[in-house]
């Protein structure tokens, strides 16, 4: 079992039991069991892909394909704030690879972890549809616009 509190876990994965034996051998159901997987524990463990292949009749491989094509999934348990950072044109071009850079130093973590204490997660996504509010990152549900490396320790000042 992942490390995010056993007891916790376990309840997780006796409601998630049921949901997945509902669709057994249906193999176009998969996005709808790995969203409920996500949505309930907050990433897809190992465990839980092996028991989706075997129950909705579809191979290991696809499973972990959509996991890893889809941004919404996660193969690790994400930080209690996840932040993500856009790279697409307007960002990048706006000074996004230097935002990232700060996060990277001030968080200790590369994208696509989590830091050791659980609270943050980081990520790089290619658009978040603030364009004209460039270089942007989220934290959760939050906008922060117009980003400057310097700004970046006071932001996630706000969510320690």
């Known amino acids: 079992m992942e490390s995010i509190g056993c007891q916790c876990i376990e309840e997780s994965y006796k409601e998630l ?72 044109t307007a960002c990048y071009v706006r000074g996004a690879p230097k935002i990232l850079t700060a996060l990277e130093k001030e968080l200790g973590i590369k ?17 978040l549809g603030a364009c004209g509010l460039s270089p942007v990152m989220t934290v959760n549900k939050d906008v922060h616009a117009r980003l400057k490396q310097e700004r970046i320790p006071k932001i996630l000042a706000r969510y320690s």
């Open 17 to 88: 039991e049921p949901f997945i034996a509902q669709y057994a051998g249906q193999q176009a159901a998969l996005i709808t069991v790995l969203h409920k997987i996500q949505e309930t524990l907050g990433f897809v463990p190992y465990d839980l892909q092996v028991k989706v292949a075997d129950t909705l009749e579809v191979p290991l491989s696809e499973v972990y394909g959509v996991i890893t094509f889809y941004a919404f999934f996660s193969l690790k348990p994400k930080g209690k704030y996840n932040v993500s950072v856009c790279k697409g």
């Open 111 to 127: 994208p696509g972890d989590t830091t050791d204490d659980g609270n943050f997660s980081l990520e790089v996504v290619y658009c």
